[in-house]
């Protein structure tokens, strides 16, 4: 099994609404990540937790909050979003540890959300 | 900082040919190197994995060289189809666990 489920697929908010996105995988992978894309644009890395901590903030603003609660579960706390942060929210898995090299990254379908 | 750029950004091909996507790299201090692909609107599928240590990586009609000492990386898909048309995305893993991407080669095949 190599699947990153996201939920929800779409989410539409308000500016002043908190919602959350999850992302769950079983394939024991011990780093987890937070992407952010921009139509026609590549994934920009917001988060990455290794062994259930934060170890990478990209400078990311305060209304993205991540959690990692265990270690197959990730999510992501919005509150407050602007309009400019709509986007497709991409999570993504890998091991971690010495073997970087044969590490690979798995990606879940992403969540479309649209800020109003 | 690593920089992944990838040429053409879009390409159209008639069905049946071969297709060679490229992909360049600043920094040569890698781990590996994967190959994504991207349908509007969806995730990204991982295609391919490339060690550092490897030069050539094969699944199926793909095949991605990896040249670690001058930054390049091609994929190549064989006998085209129209369901290969989607985005195609390069990134390398280097330091700190961190993921470059390109910007991606927009693929469209012609029936």
């Known amino acids: 099994d190599t699947e990153v489920t996201q939920t929800p697929k779409h989410l539409v908010m308000g500016m002043t609404n908190k919602k959350s996105l999850k992302c769950e995988q079983h394939?024991?992978?011990?780093?987890m990540y937070w992407y952010k894309q921009k139509a026609k644009k590549p994934p920009e890395l917001m988060f990455v937790?290794?062994?259930?901590?934060?170890?990478i903030n990209e400078s990311v603003p305060s209304r993205f909050s991540p959690e990692c609660p265990n270690s197959s579960l990730l999510n992501l706390h919005l509150h407050a979003l602007q309009p400019e942060d709509s986007a497709l929210y991409l999570c993504?898995?890998?091991?971690?540890?010495?073997?970087?090299?044969?590490?690979?990254?798995?990606f879940g379908q992403g969540t479309r959300l649209t800020v109003v | 900082k690593q920089e992944v750029t990838q040429i053409p950004a879009a390409l159209s091909v008639p069905e049946g040919e071969n297709l060679v996507l490229n992909c360049s790299f600043t920094?040569?201090?890698?781990?590996?190197l994967q190959w994504f692909r991207q349908d509007p609107g969806k995730g990204l599928t991982s295609l391919l994995l490339?060690?550092?240590?490897?030069r050539e990586q094969t699944s199926g009609r793909l095949n991605a060289s990896l040249d670690k000492s001058s930054g390049r990386s091609t994929l190549y898909i064989a006998a085209s189809q129209p369901g290969d048309s989607a985005t195609y995305l390069c990134?390398?893993?280097?330091?700190?666990?961190?993921?470059?991407f390109g910007k991606g080669n927009q693929v469209v095949v012609i029936p």
């Open positions: 993504a898995s890998s091991h971690v540890g010495r073997r970087l090299r044969d590490t690979e990254a798995f």
């Open positions: 394939m024991g992978h011990r780093a």
């Open positions: 937790y290794s062994y259930e901590k934060l170890s």
């Open positions: 920094d040569s201090a890698i781990y590996n």
């Open positions: 490339i060690q550092s240590s490897q």
């Open positions: 990134a390398v893993r280097h330091g700190n666990n961190r993921l470059a």
